[in-house]
């Protein structure tokens, strides 16, 4: 990364959490080489701040994955089932203590995101069973997932970009790094994302669907079921062994 992250206003954290406090979203993921990195950075520079807390701009996140044996999370997005959820347990940067989440993608294409923060053994499991369809003693630990993620807002319109880089999922006995990658994702209250994808147009980057969850589940199990998820996969083999090119 040689484009210089100061050339960004910046915004904090509160003033993040005010502006993107939004019940529903959209969003649009899109998948880069590093290599185009300075290009996206530059295209965004003039009309974005860029998330700055306690001195940093780029933040280190982690991951901890939740399924049921027969991993019908994973399965109910390989069906692309137009209700489905994902639960998960969520640090971000140096942050003391942990979010639990529940994100449910609904029927109209929009997304929610339930959260509580450092929740007991007990929380959590009145939190998941009220929030999801899944029993808490029915979920395990099914994949790890860390990277490093730069969170933009747009300066007047209801727009937030996260560029994540450094991917890297483990199942606990076996891990995975996706070198070179960048995955980048537009969200907004409102019908935002659509104008916004134009930004990526120029770069030769086109939306596709991705979940880090399947991604890495994808990989580290290749017995599982996956044929929904080739189409990116090949994608990002592609993307980081050649360039976007």
Not at 123 to 142: C, G, M, N, R, W
Request: hydrophobic share 35%; with cysteine; net charge positive.
């Amino acid at each position: 990364m040689g484009f210089p992250l100061q050339t960004f206003e910046t915004l904090n954290l509160q003033a993040l959490n005010q502006r993107t406090a939004w019940e529903k979203r959209n969003d649009s993921k899109f998948v880069a080489h590093d290599s185009v990195m300075d290009a996206i950075l530059q295209r965004l520079s003039e009309d974005y701040c860029i998330l700055e807390n306690e001195g940093n701009r780029v933040w280190h996140y982690t991951t901890e994955y939740w399924d049921t044996a027969d991993r019908n999370m994973f399965y109910e997005h390989h069906r692309d089932r137009a209700h489905r959820y994902k639960v998960r347990k969520r640090k971000y940067g140096s942050e003391n203590g942990f979010w639990l989440e529940v994100k449910e993608k609904t029927p109209d294409g929009r997304t929610l995101k339930h959260r509580l923060f450092n929740p007991s053994p007990d929380e959590s499991a009145v939190f998941i069973d009220s929030k999801s369809p899944y029993t808490h003693s029915a979920l395990y630990q099914a994949l790890f997932v860390d990277y490093e993620r730069m969170t933009f807002l747009h300066k007047s319109l209801p727009l937030k970009i996260t560029l994540d880089m450094n991917l890297r999922a483990n199942n606990g006995s076996a891990d995975v790094s996706f070198s070179n990658l960048m995955i980048l994702e537009f969200k907004s209250e409102k019908q935002q994302v659509a104008s916004a994808a134009g930004l990526m147009k120029p770069l030769g980057l086109k939306p596709c669907s991705l979940s880090k969850y399947c991604i890495g589940m994808a990989t580290l199990h290749p017995e599982l079921k996956q044929n929904a998820f080739k189409p990116t996969l090949t994608q990002i083999q592609k993307i980081t062994a050649h360039g976007n090119s």
